[in-house]
């Protein structure tokens, strides 16, 4: 059985307004998530990413951004992935379903990571005490189990991504989503590994922005071109001209 995949890695599909739009939703979701953070990271007093992760601004007086952050660009990126199934779909094979199934999937876990906010710990926000917290909320549980999901789900469609991209002969992109995925897999293992390591720490922030602009440049490579404008027509002595 063949699929039907242009030497560009897409499978055939219509190239309407909507479906451009979706994909241009996860174009903006990478960058805005990743500036977002980046921002708050330079003006929130007391936070370190080297000791504190990325959900942990979600607490404080300030803390409605990073929730805001979540939502609006969880939303993106699930806007994004109906756009690349569309584009994709079943004619590209197993890639070009799961594919964007699994981004939509980190997409919905960006949203419950909203809605469950992580506990305040080792001295963020200010006044919070030093060290790791003894007791855990059940919202902050809750936020473990979907960010674990949502981070499974990223790093398998890395991984599916790479193999229908080698499938297509797109060497390039086999070889930058094989590389996010595992980049993505090994910082995160080496958070649990090496609890505390603020170089460990760091690793996985970078990984956490390299698998979502990954997935942004994802939908920039698939957003299908503008058609060109139909050539005028001149109507001159009764005859139709183009």
Known sequence: MTHDVTSSGRAPAADTGSTRALLTCGIVAGPLYIVVVVLQLLTR?????????????????????????????????????????????PAAGPGGTWGPRLIGVFGAGMLAAAAFSADPADGFPPGTPRGLPTTMSWHAAVHLLVSAIAF??????????ARRFLAAGRTGWAAFSGVTGAAFLATWSLIFALQGSRPANVAFALAIALAMAWASLLAAHHRPHRPAPAAPVIHLMGKRLR
């Open 45 to 89: 007093d007391g936070f370190d990413i080297s000791r504190h992760p990325a959900s942990m601004l979600s607490n404080g007086d300030e803390g409605w951004i990073q929730i805001a952050n979540f939502v609006v660009s969880g939303l993106l990126f699930v806007a994004g992935a109906i756009g690349l199934h569309r584009v994709l779909g």
């Open 152 to 161: 499974l789900a990223l790093v398998a469609a890395c991984f599916v991504l």
